[in-house]
């Protein structure tokens, strides 16, 4: 089988073997890889492009990178994106780790991995003008430049020259609940269908998306958007259901249409919601399975049998930032015995971030090549 064909026979329960994948691979794991930053991975080392305002050298660097990664990995499955467009505000450094554009500034933040942008001309209601648009504003579909799926056409296209037949999997995380302002958090309670309109609008938004990254090749779309912690899911599973399951439900049977495969993503313990995350969204898998949260493959095979494909469950929390390579090679072999080979695909638990040791990085690898004898 192609790495392709091997992602779409797992979710039929046929693969010859049980596919590997990550989402992300973040420094210092992917410098061990590359030897370099990656342009995909690494936001200091993005910014330095768009400074000198070489969008073109990004648009490549990207591409190379990212298919560099999956082949060495030996991934199946190569996840890709849109990118800024070409027209973009070319921004300047202020500080460390702080540039400023003609509209804010763009922070970012080391210790979480994570930039932010800080309007300079801050909203006078925040509140006000969301409810203003979601009660007052008919939804206007997104238009996206041709020149926002460059990176995605560049990857394919090096795909193609190193004859890498690898799935292509894209994000569309439009279902916040975990990063709500307090505003919105309230509205659950207080004003719940306007936050179902909100949703709405997000897998409207996402449906856009999605049928753009299908034309372009896209064969998984990851949905969803972190809801839970480990004591379960931040609002009650009512609210779940009535007020963000119809849009989740909505985008899953759109994509669906369009002939995508559709995986469910949050981290957290999902228990209470499970079957209306699984189930009643109608997707065909589940990705993020957090074990350190109490989601075990041997359980939820118990509960779901074949009807979903599982998309994980390798511990990046504690496993691969405090344990030792043989600790991770140990649950690697577990965790592939657990899968038993049908719909599963390896992967952890969320990504491969910032806080994962090199070295259990690639004991992970390696675990995965010797279990097939690769």
């Known amino acids: 089988m192609t790495p392709r064909e091997r992602i779409i026979s797992a979710f039929r329960g046929t693969p ?15 410098r061990e890889i590359l030897g370099k930053p990656s342009a995909v991975d ?77 309007p300079k001309e801050k909203p006078d209601d925040e509140e006000e003008n969301m409810r203003r648009w979601l009660l007052e504003e008919e939804f206007q579909e997104p238009k996206f430049s041709d020149d926002q799926f460059e990176f995605f056409r560049r990857a394919k296209r090096k795909m193609g020259e ?26 659950f309670l207080r004003e719940p269908q306007l936050l179902a309109e909100y949703y709405r609008r997000q897998a409207l938004w996402a449906m856009a998306m999605g049928k753009r990254l299908i034309e372009e090749g896209a064969d998984v779309l990851g949905i969803g958007g972190d809801l839970a912690s480990d004591k379960g899911p931040l609002i009650s599973p009512a609210c779940y259901r009535e007020v963000l399951l119809p849009a989740v439900k909505m985008l899953s049977d759109y994509l669906h249409s369009l002939g995508a495969l559709v995986i469910h993503a949050s981290d957290g313990n999902l228990w209470p919601i499970i079957d209306d995350f699984i189930l009643g969204a109608g997707v065909d898998g589940y990705e993020e399975i957090d074990k350190a949260a109490g989601m075990e493959i041997p359980l939820l095979k118990e509960k779901f049998g074949d009807r979903i494909t599982l998309v994980g ?45 090199p070295e259990n990085f690639i004991a992970y690898i390696e675990a995965y090549r010797e279990y097939y004898g690769l």
């Open 16 to 30: 010859d073997r049980t596919p590997l994948f990550e989402r992300e691979v973040k420094s210092p794991s992917v």
């Open 42 to 118: 690494d936001f200091p080392y993005k910014m330095e492009f768009l400074e000198a305002g070489d969008w073109e050298g990004l648009m490549e660097e990207m591409a190379d990178d990212a298919v560099k990664v999956a082949e060495v990995c030996g991934f199946d499955m190569i996840r890709l994106g849109i990118n800024i467009p070409r027209d973009y505000e070319r921004p300047r450094r202020i500080g460390n780790s702080l540039w400023e554009t003609e509209s804010g500034y763009i922070k970012y933040l080391p210790e979480s991995d994570m930039d932010m942008f800080i």
């Open 162 to 187: 190193r004859g890498l037949d690898l799935a292509i999997m894209c994000s569309l995380y439009t279902f916040p609940v975990a990063v709500l302002p307090s505003y919105m958090l309230e509205w």
């Open 313 to 357: 469950n390798v511990d990046c929390r504690w496993l691969l930032t405090q344990g030792k390579p043989e600790e991770v090679k140990q649950a690697v072999r577990r965790c592939l015995d657990e899968g038993g080979g049908r719909r599963h695909i390896l992967m952890t638990s969320n990504v491969i971030h910032r806080g994962v040791k």
